[in-house]
């Protein structure tokens, strides 16, 4: 079944970008039909929705965070990546990848990858 | 922004007890909204789409209903397994928003 699996650094110096990856297996992005979204959890807190990605390269972003994040797709790797420049203490958070078939909800997540802004 | 609004944010509950979550939209999803599971340390798992469709390998002791602006989740007979924190979240918009989320404890 299709699996998804973040990656990338887990301490981010404030300022600089965030990058990170989640790589698809058991099925391909370049199939369509689904939404491939980033979602941040703040430590003890609730969901926030970053923005999604379609294999095509569509993408739609929280207005929350717009300004600063990129997401991109990577059809050949199976993959698809976050960018979350000028970070803050505010950004230290778990970060999951997750999947949803087009208008629904997310039925397939990432185990999740804690990342933590600090000098 | 489409605001979901959780309650209670928290509860205690024995096994074996029905448990009911509700969750308010700031506007009309019409049936766009689902709930999900999260236990600590684990990614959030999806048990209800379509505000009362089960998905896949849940168990029939969770049910959901509303459609509009009110939403409800029921567990009729908690299981030790049930303890953990549920989120709604709406899908109607494309600015994807969650619920604070109803953390159940053992009484």
């Known amino acids: 079944q299709v699996q998804l699996q973040e990656s990338g650094p887990g301490l981010v110096k404030p300022s600089q970008t965030l990058s990170l990856t989640c790589t698809v297996s058991g099925g391909s992005i370049s199939s369509g039909g689904y939404y491939w979204s980033w979602i941040r959890q703040h430590p003890g807190k609730g969901l926030e929705w970053i923005g999604y990605i379609y294999y095509s390269g569509s993408t739609y972003y929280n207005p929350s965070l717009k300004s600063r994040v990129t997401i991109s797709v990577d059809t050949s790797k199976n993959q698809f990546s976050l960018k979350l420049s000028s970070v803050t203490a505010a950004d230290t958070a778990v970060y999951y990848c997750?999947?949803?078939?087009?208008?629904?909800?997310?039925?397939?997540w990432g185990q999740g990858t804690m990342v933590t802004v600090s000098s | 922004a489409i605001r979901m609004t959780q309650s209670p944010s928290s509860l205690s509950a024995s096994t074996g007890d029905r448990v009911t979550i509700t969750c308010r939209a700031s506007?009309?999803?019409?049936?766009?909204l689902a709930w999900y599971q999260q236990k600590p340390g684990k990614a959030p798992k999806l048990l209800i789409y379509?505000?009362?469709t089960l998905q896949s390998g849940v168990p029939s002791r969770f049910s959901g209903s509303g459609s509009g602006t009110d939403f409800t989740l029921t567990i009729s007979c908690l299981q030790s397994e049930d303890f953990a924190t549920y989120y709604c979240?709406?899908?109607?918009?494309?600015?994807?928003?969650f619920g604070g989320g109803t953390k159940v404890e053992i009484k």
């Open positions: 379509a505000a009362s």
């Open positions: 979240q709406q899908y109607y918009s494309y600015l994807l928003t």
């Open positions: 997750a999947r949803a078939p087009d208008h629904n909800a997310f039925d397939i």
């Open positions: 506007q009309g999803i019409s049936s766009y």
